[in-house]
Antibody, heavy 120, light 107 residues
Framework: EVQLLESGGGLVQPGGSLRLSCAAS????????MNWVRQAPGKGLEWVSI????????YYSDSVKGRFTISRDNSKNTLYLQMNSLTAEDTAVYYC?????????????WGQGTLVTVSS | DIQMSQSPSSLSASVGDRVTITCRAS??????LNWYQQKLGKAPKLLIY???SLQSGVPSRFSGSGSGTDFTLTISSLQPEDFATYYC?????????FGQGTKLEIK
């Protein structure tokens, strides 16, 4: 059974940092691109970042570029999101999501999400 | 960036109704259009990928169509468990933008 389990969320002060993790199981993690998607309270979905199978290619939304870093450790089946210089606008539930690398795309499995709250 | 626009933003319907939600892209996304269902407090669930392909395990009452800039999600006969928020997403170019969502409520 495919499972994605996020962790690392919590309360952080403005300007602070946090590292999220997403532990994958039930599939060959090293064969899939992986994404982070976030959802602010009461708002819609916002794509944040993607990392390629090897980790050699990464892309970010403009809202996080230069502040967030996506990475992966295929030996540990884990995806990461390092978040720096956090602001209140980064408050959201953060989901990791698998990309099956097929025509048309679509994120076929999602974690349950981890809540990040940026507040003083 | 490609902007995605959904209509309507909200919709009231009854069990058994046929419902259609539309999604428009600001430029062509070819067939790289996906639909998700999200229930309150839960992660999104992929329904349709590549505009019209049904994700494994999704009931056949869900269908998608379109290409280029205009797409539709149709639910042929609403079931009680279908009341949720629906999002379209383009995966043609990064950033992989989502529509603003359509909230489907019980009439």
């Amino acid at each position: 059974e495919v499972q994605l389990l996020e962790s690392g969320g919590g309360l952080v002060q403005p300007g602070g940092s946090l590292r999220l993790s997403c532990a994958a199981s039930g599939f060959t993690f090293s064969s899939y691109d992986m994404n982070w998607v976030r959802q602010a309270p009461g708002k819609g979905l916002e794509w944040v970042s993607i990392i390629s199978i090897s980790g050699g290619n990464t892309y970010y939304s403009d809202s996080v570029k230069g502040r967030f870093t996506i990475s992966r450790d295929n030996s540990k089946n884990t995806l990461y999101l390092q978040m720096n210089s956090l602001t209140a606008e980064d408050t959201a539930v953060y989901y990791c999501a698998r990309d099956p690398n097929r025509y048309g795309g679509g994120f076929d499995y999602w974690g349950q999400g981890t809540l990040v709250t940026v507040s003083s | 960036d490609i902007q995605m626009s959904q209509s309507p933003s909200s919709l009231s319907a009854s069990v058994g109704d046929r419902v259609t939600i539309t999604c428009r892209a600001s430029q062509s996304v070819s067939g790289y259009l996906n639909w998700y269902q999200q229930k309150l407090g839960k992660a999104p669930k992929l329904l349709i990928y590549a505009a019209s392909s049904l994700q494994s395990g999704v009931p056949s009452r869900f269908s998608g169509s379109g290409s280029g800039t205009d797409f539709t999600l149709t639910i042929s006969s609403l079931q009680p468990e279908d009341f949720a928020t629906y999002y379209c997403q383009q995966s043609y170019n990064t950033p992989y933008t989502f529509g603003q969502g359509t909230k489907l409520e019980i009439k």
